[in-house]
């Protein structure tokens, strides 16, 4: 744009010098040189940070690397590459014979465990009637003994002696009786607390199978679809992050994100309106508004390690990168992604310069059907 403001300066002062036969005296013509510059210039201060434009656009879209969580054999693989998904559609299959035995093992074990806890349970109910059975047997034994100890007193005979000597160890074994009974049901209580534990654990495992068999069947984690697929049927997968099986583009959220000089965003805010074109549809005018400022860049992080920074790499070129969101969210879907573009920023700030930004952005679009790289 800045060229073709010069081109209009130049026939200007062609149109001075020739037309009306100025003659090219010093001062006359460095008036116009200073005239040209000191115009251009204010131009271009005042339209850059007004309506910024950038010709380094690019249509984004999330990538998810599909590791699987279980490993196995590959017995099929339905998703074919570079056909539309649906989230939920099957992308490919492993062999679920290995995981399908150890959930029939947990499932057993479960069956057995809380078989076991109804096992216990009856224990503590047994226990709870002996501990009734200890009861009863002190009340009889108190009452022989209160019998044993009145006769003692009407007739203090060496027969009577004894039974009241008698009647009081059964008195006593009575007590310990119940003694027994009560720890008794307490070790039986604590049985079946443990075994309702082993019980949840068991529970856990077949959890555990199941969600591993479930993981046998591999599907769509968004809308998108697969490209890159790096398995045959037959191919044995791991869930090693580095061994993806393929990759999966997820278009169910498309982003546009361009970078600019950090000195052109003074200005932007989120909800600014603007206008985009993209290469792949050239004569096609897009809008939307500014979603974010990624107030972020690579420049400005240090990995840690043991050798220090080098003062000579520190530096930036500057840019920073803005994230948009198309007025018409089908219109990023029906963008490929990795599409170069330009976007134009129209903030609150020098309206009537953006109609410059608005001439040059409607000039790309018609210049993206030349066959220029």
């Not at 040209?36 to 910024?52: N, Q, R, T």
């Not at 043991?306 to 920073?320: C, R």
């Not at 109609?355 to 993206?368: C, G, N």
């Amino acid at each position: 744009m800045i060229a073709f403001i010069t081109l209009i300066y130049t026939a200007f002062v062609v149109v001075v010098f020739i037309v009306f036969k100025v003659k090219p005296r010093p001062y006359p013509v460095a008036l116009t040189v200073a005239a040209g510059v000191l115009m251009i210039g204010a131009v271009v201060v005042l339209w850059v940070p007004s309506a910024p434009i950038s010709s380094q656009a690019i249509v984004s879209r999330y990538v998810v690397q599909l590791v699987p969580w279980v490993k196995g054999q590959v017995t099929s693989i339905p998703a074919q590459p570079n056909v539309p998904l649906k989230k939920g559609d099957v992308l490919y299959n492993i062999d679920s014979t290995p995981y399908q035995l150890s959930l029939d093992l947990a499932s057993s074990q479960l069956k057995a465990g809380e078989s076991n806890v109804l096992q216990l349970e009856a224990a503590v109910k047994v226990a709870q009637a002996g501990i009734e059975k200890a009861n009863a047997d002190i009340a009889q034994a108190k009452a022989s003994l209160d019998v044993a100890m009145s006769i003692d007193k009407l007739n203090p005979a060496a027969i009577a002696k004894l039974k009241l000597e008698e009647a009081r160890n059964q008195y006593s074994a009575s007590k310990a009786g119940l003694a027994s009974a009560e720890a008794g049901l307490t070790q039986a209580q604590i049985a079946v607390t443990a075994a309702n534990d082993s019980v949840n654990g068991l529970r856990s495992q077949v959890e555990i199978a199941e969600f591993n068999l479930q993981q046998c069947t591999v599907k769509a984690p968004a809308d998108g679809f697969i490209t890159n697929w790096q398995i045959r049927p037959g191919t044995f997968v791991t869930s090693i992050p580095l061994a993806a099986a393929g990759t999966f583009i997820d278009t169910s959220q498309t982003g546009i994100v361009a970078s600019y000089p950090a000195n052109q965003l003074m200005y932007v805010k989120p909800g600014q309106q603007v206008e985009m074109v993209f290469k792949s549809r050239p004569g096609y005018l897009f809008r939307g508004t500014v979603d974010t400022i990624i107030d972020a860049t690579g420049e400005g992080q240090f990995e840690t390690g043991g050798k220090l920074p080098s003062a000579a790499s520190i530096g930036s070129a500057g840019f920073l990168a803005v994230r948009f969101k198309m007025e018409n969210p089908t219109d990023a879907d029906s963008l490929p992604m990795g599409t170069p573009g330009a976007v134009a920023i129209y903030t609150d700030h020098g309206q009537p310069f953006a109609m410059i930004s608005k001439v040059t952005i409607r000039l790309k679009k018609w210049l993206y059907f030349l066959p220029i790289p």
